[in-house]
């Protein structure tokens, strides 16, 4: 009968271990996708200067544009 029971431990923290690593990725993933949709337009717009994906002109012309928008 110990035998039995010492499966089932076994078994029972085994689950508990892998809901705990599921549960850190899913919240970890859930804190990225919320802070990146936090950011402000004017962040969004420098974190695609920075990562290069419009140059330099192309950030002025729309951080201006996104400040008149605004009304800044």
Known sequence: MAT??????F?????L?????????GAALHA???AQRS??????LFQR???GKIDDDEYR????A???AMGS
């Open 66 to 68: 996104l400040r008149a």
């Open 39 to 44: 950011r402000t337009p004017e962040e969004a």
């Open 4 to 9: 039995s029971q010492e499966e089932l431990l």
């Open 11 to 15: 078994l029972l923290v085994t689950v």
């Open 61 to 64: 012309h729309r951080l201006e």
């Open 32 to 34: 990225k996708t919320r």
């Open 49 to 51: 200067f920075t990562a």
């Open 17 to 25: 271990i892998w809901v705990a690593v599921i549960g850190g990725v």
